[in-house]
């Protein structure tokens, strides 16, 4: 009998995602981001939604705020990465910019949460992008 109940235990255990703490999304703690949905606006047509994919951005980037680093994750032959120019916190949200390329972006993550909403402007287009992150040990 003790042993038909352990099994359950353990597979309950290992089936429950380890809840982050708020700590975990103000900057003290690298995150994998997953990126889920992004919108493309441009002038003459307005906006789209789009997969991540279709407007050339990765499913998974890591933030390393020691570095100041936000890079692609998951594929070494598309290995992008850009430095972050400024970070703050504001109201229980940590924002991260940067610019790269002729482009500007912003990372504006809730710090209970770890979901985020990024924008990313360049000449004539703009891109607003969703997902979450989670604590990451490099």
Known sequence: ????????LILMFCLTP????ADSFDGSSPLLCALTQ????MPESGCESRSVEDVNLPLFVR???EKKQLSAAGNPENARSTTIQNMEQNNGMTILQ???NGRGWTID????TGKFTAAIAEDRAGFIVFGACLPFKN
């Open 1 to 8: 009998m003790k042993r038909s109940l352990l099994f359950p």
């Open 18 to 21: 380890l809840a982050a703490t």
């Open 38 to 41: 992004a919108v493309e606006c």
């Open 63 to 65: 933030i390393d705020f």
């Open 98 to 100: 940067g610019a790269e």
């Open 109 to 112: 993550m809730n710090q209970e």
